[in-house]
T-cell receptor, first 112, second 115 residues
Framework: DAGVIQSPRHEVTEMGQEVTLRCKPI?????LFWYRQTMMRGLELLIY????????DSGMPEDRFSAKMPNASFSTLKIQPSEPRDSAVYFC??????????FGNGTRLTVT | AQSVTQLDSQVPVFEEAPVELRCNYS??????LFWYVQYPNQGLQLLLK??????LVKGINGFEAEFNKSQTSFHLRKPSVHISDTAEYFC?????????????FGQGTELSVKP
């Protein structure tokens, strides 16, 4: 298995632009998580899905952030409009219920 | 709501010395416990996990951790560290039941191994 695949690995964009991060979970996993990592706040859970349904989005910072999972093999995290304070590494992870999470290599987002 | 506290933000240690990275959690229900390691510019890799059974769990790279329910702790140990163990280590908690629950991380402990 190729593991959790995230794209792009790096994204540099200007303030105000729309950013879309993509994730392909491990086949068969029924949970998908989006995390954000910054020096100041560490690893924050933004949202997670079970069987493609959002279960808890209480970590999504504000309305500028949205996440979708249209099918079991694909998810997106969108920021519109982006701001410099959104600069961070965004991780996607997937798992079976109660099992360890498998993480992707992350997307490093820089908003100038 | 569950929470995780890693008591040390940085732990410097000399090569071949023992190390303990401390982790305490709080939760009102049964939990699963994990330690992850993150090397620079990489994702998180699972070191070890406690799901049930023996409270002493062994992981990769010679690490082990002990689950102590009464003290709500899950400290990570290694008897002799190597330079290559330099990394950031994260303790994490996932609640049992409730559709699997979300995984909450501690703030991380930066382990720095010096020659």
């Amino acid at each position: 298995d190729a593991g959790v695949i995230q794209s792009p690995r790096h994204e540099v964009t200007e303030m105000g632009q729309e950013v879309t991060l993509r994730c392909k979970p491990i086949s068969g996993h029924d949970y998908l998580f989006w995390y954000r990592q910054t020096m100041m706040r560490g690893l924050e859970l933004l949202i997670y899905f079970n069987n493609n349904v959002p279960i808890d989005d209480s970590g999504m910072p504000e309305d500028r952030f949205s996440a979708k999972m249209p099918n079991a093999s694909f998810s997106t995290l969108k920021i519109q409009p982006s701001e410099p304070r959104d600069s961070a590494v965004y991780f996607c992870a997937s798992s079976f219920v109660g099992a360890p999470l498998h993480f992707g290599n992350g997307t490093r987002l820089t908003v100038t | 709501a569950q929470s995780v506290t890693q008591l040390d933000s940085q732990v410097p240690v000399f090569e071949e010395a023992p190390v303990e990275l401390r982790c305490n959690y709080s939760s009102s229900v049964s939990v699963y416990l994990f330690w992850y390691v993150q090397y620079p510019n990489q994702g998180l890799q699972l070191l070890l996990k406690y799901l049930s059974g023996s409270t002493l769990v062994k992981g990769i790279n010679g690490f082990e951790a002990e689950f102590n329910k009464s003290q709500t702790s899950f400290h990570l140990r290694k008897p002799s560290v190597h330079i290559s163990d330099t990394a950031e280590y994260f303790c994490a908690v996932r609640e049992d039941g409730n559709q699997g629950g979300k995984l909450i991380f501690g703030q991380g402990t930066e382990l720095s191994v010096k020659p």
